[in-house]
């Protein structure tokens, strides 16, 4: 099953994009994230910050990159249907080698609004992460 977590680009430039994800109870994975109380599940949070980073990143030549390495990674607070996630990802580093290494923000907002908890404090994930080219993935997969 594939997932579009993107509804739409804000702004881009060679090296930040800032997107949206409208979140809706009419999607599937919610029904059993959680029943009572249904939340976008962290890892599509993640999904989310890596598919901006896959389309700020496509116009330097690889299309083709996925998710390599997470790092420092912390959720704050909950996206529920009817609210947006605002995705924010910039470049942090080229690594030279095909790799790119990022720092992403997710922010709740409802009705163009940020949604902050009792601190004042919009996050909802944040994070620095890798994307590393297809063929690399794949070979790191077979030496182990």
Request: hydrophobic content about 45%; charged content about 25%.
């Amino acid at each position: 099953m594939k997932f579009v977590l993107i509804d739409h680009i804000v702004e881009q430039t060679a090296d930040r994009i800032v997107a949206v994800k409208q979140v809706s109870l009419a999607e599937e994975y919610l029904q059993d994230h959680f029943p009572s109380f249904p939340v976008l599940p962290g890892v599509l949070m993640i999904e989310a910050m890596t598919q901006a980073a896959r389309a700020m990143l496509a116009p330097r030549g690889n299309p083709r990159l996925v998710l390599g390495e997470v790092k420092a990674l912390k959720f704050g607070n909950m996206v529920r249907p009817g609210e947006q996630l605002e995705i924010e990802v910039g470049l942090v580093k080229d690594a030279g080698d095909g790799s790119y290494v990022c720092r992403g923000t997710g922010r709740v907002r409802r009705a163009g609004q940020a949604q902050t908890d009792a601190a004042g404090d919009a996050t909802a994930v944040s994070g620095r992460f890798t994307m590393r080219p297809v063929s690399e993935w794949v070979a790191r997969r077979t030496e182990d």
